[in-house]
């Protein structure tokens, strides 16, 4: 067992409709070597900090990079979609429709400029906030999906946006993320496991 696992209240025994239960995790980002370690790829880094901890593998699939784990009779399938940022929901669909995992299942991760670095707030709807991997899966499923938000902070110049969001993390930051994306993995399997409204009470504000 992962240590993260004592972060997540206990669930019940789980029956036999429970564990045919199916779970997309997706992390938003964008391919390529120019954008890893950035900002605006947080869904990436936090996906493969969990990847390498569980000592999984992602492999190359229909639009995009897919893992997939079984955690105690539950099928989370974790997705790291190759469509760039503004095509998150294209991505998103097709596993949906491909694994028939109801919206409900779904978890999105994704970077909030409006909320403190590390900081983390998970919501079951809400507004894409300007965020076009959001946006791009609203126009899709409308506001009602869940999504957990990692702050990256906003400590930009007027005008720098852009470049603060696609910038790599500071030195002080970068020292930060690795306790921040243990809290985020317990996060995801607590989703999985308490449920959307059991984790908002235990995780945010964290």
């Known amino acids: 067992m992962v240590f993260w696992r004592g972060f997540f209240p206990k669930k019940a025994k789980l029956n036999e409709a429970d564990s045919m239960k199916k779970y997309l995790v997706v992390g938003l980002g964008n391919v390529g070597v120019e954008y890893k370690n950035t900002r605006h790829n947080i869904g990436f880094k936090i996906l493969d900090a969990y990847a390498e901890a569980e000592k999984l593998s992602f492999e190359t699939a229909k639009l995009g990079s897919i893992c997939t784990h079984k955690i105690k009779g539950r099928m989370v399938l974790f997705l790291k979609p190759n469509t760039y940022m503004n095509r998150s929901g294209k991505a998103v669909k ?55 938000r990692f702050g990256i902070g906003d400590s930009f110049s007027k005008g720098r946006q852009v470049d603060y969001v696609l910038g790599k993390w500071s030195p002080e930051e970068e020292r930060l993320l690795p306790e921040r994306c243990i809290l985020a993995a317990a996060l995801i399997e607590s989703f999985v496991f308490a449920g959307l409204q059991n984790t908002m009470n235990s995780f945010n504000g964290k």
């Open 94 to 148: 097709y596993w949906l429709d491909r694994e028939k995992i109801p919206l409900e299942n779904l978890l999105v991760i994704t970077d909030d400029l409006n909320l403190p670095f590390g900081s983390i707030r998970l919501k079951g709807k809400g507004s894409d906030g300007g965020h076009n991997g959001l946006k791009d899966i609203q126009q899709l499923y409308g506001n009602k999906y869940p999504r957990f």
